[in-house]
C-alpha cells in the first residue's frame, strides 16, 4: 500500500488533503532555504568592510593625511633654519599607506572574500600593482630634496620585485628613487636605520604603523604595552617621528573589542 492511501485508509479522505497541503509548504520552505543559503556566502573579509571604505573614501582620511605632510614640511623647514649649513640631513619613509596607496588592491581583496591581511596576493601586487599616491606625499618629498635632504624609503617590500617597485616609484614621480636610497626587505627596520644614521643625520621619520619609528615597538605586543610604548615617546610624535592614518590593516586589526560598562542590577 502507498504511503498516502495508507494516511486515507487510517484518517480518511479530509486529513490526507490537509497532510498532503503541509507535506508540500514543508518542502516549498525547505527548498527556498537552499536555494537562499546557496546565494550567500560566509566571508570573514567583510569585517574590514568598513575601516577600509574609511581609508578609501573619506574626505577626513585625506585631510589627516595632508595635516600629517604639513607638520613635516612645518618640521622640516624649522630644522632646515635652524641647521642651515648641515649638509647630511636624512629623513626615513615608509611605503605603502605612507607615500603608496594600496587601497584599490584591498578592495579587490574583499569584493573576492580574501582576507588580506593574510597576505596571499599581496607578491603578485607588488609585481603589476598600479599604486596611487597618499595625499600630500609628493609635495613634502619634492620640498626636501629640492632642500638637499636625502631621502631614504625604508619598506618592508621584498627584494624580489625591487624593480617594479622602483618603476612604481618612478612612474609617480617620486625623488630620489633610486636603489641606493630604497631599502627593502630583508634585515629589520631599525637596521636599516642605523646603517643610513651612519653617514646622515636622520631628523624626521614618516610612517604608518609604530615600527617605522623605533624597534620599541613590534607587531607581537599587546595593546596596553603599544599604548605604555606611545605614553613612552609622546613628546616625538609630531616632532621628529610624523604618523599616517592606516584603518586597512596593523597589529590592532586582531584585538578584541572592548565593551562599555554594563550597570549592575
Request: aromatic content about 10%; some cysteine; glycine content about 4%.
Amino acid at each position: 500500500m502507498q504511503y498516502t492511501q495508507l494516511i486515507s485508509h487510517m484518517f480518511g479522505t479530509r486529513f490526507k488533503s490537509c497532510f498532503m497541503l503541509l507535506l508540500t509548504g514543508t518542502l516549498c520552505i525547505s527548498a527556498h532555504a537552499d536555494l537562499s543559503m546557496q546565494g550567500t556566502t560566509i566571508c570573514a573579509a567583510k569585517a574590514y568592510e568598513m575601516s577600509l571604505k574609511y581609508q578609501q573614501q573619506s574626505a577626513e582620511i585625506q585631510a589627516l593625511q595632508l595635516q600629517a605632510y604639513q607638520i613635516a614640511t612645518l618640521r622640516l623647514q624649522h630644522i632646515l633654519d635652524r641647521s642651515p649649513k648641515v649638509k647630511n640631513l636624512a629623513i626615513v619613509i615608509d611605503l605603502d599607506e605612507t607615500v603608496l596607496d594600496n587601497s584599490d588592491f584591498l578592495v579587490s581583496n574583499i569584493q573576492h572574500c580574501i582576507d588580506y591581511t593574510e597576505w596571499t596576493t599581496w607578491s603578485e601586487w607588488e609585481k603589476n600593482g598600479q599604486p596611487k599616491l597618499i595625499a600630500g606625499s609628493l609635495d613634502f618629498l619634492n620640498f626636501a630634496s629640492q632642500h638637499q635632504v636625502a631621502i631614504f624609503y625604508v619598506s618592508d617590500r621584498s627584494e624580489q620585485y625591487r624593480a617594479a617597485t622602483l618603476n612604481s616609484l618612478k612612474r609617480l614621480g617620486l625623488p630620489q628613487a633610486s636603489n641606493d636610497h630604497v631599502l627593502l626587505y630583508g634585515k629589520s627596520k631599525e637596521q636599516r636605520r642605523q646603517s643610513i644614521a651612519q653617514n646622515h643625520q636622520i631628523v624626521l621619520l614618516i610612517g604608518d604603523t609604530l615600527h617605522d619609528f623605533s624597534q620599541d615597538f613590534n607587531q607581537q605586543q599587546s595593546k596596553r604595552e603599544r599604548q605604555a610604548m606611545i605614553e613612552k615617546n609622546q613628546s616625538r610624535f609630531g616632532q621628529d617621528w610624523i604618523m599616517l592614518p592606516n584603518t586597512s590593516y596593523g597589529a590592532w586589526s586582531k584585538d578584541a573589542f572592548t565593551e562599555m560598562d554594563r550597570p549592575e542590577n
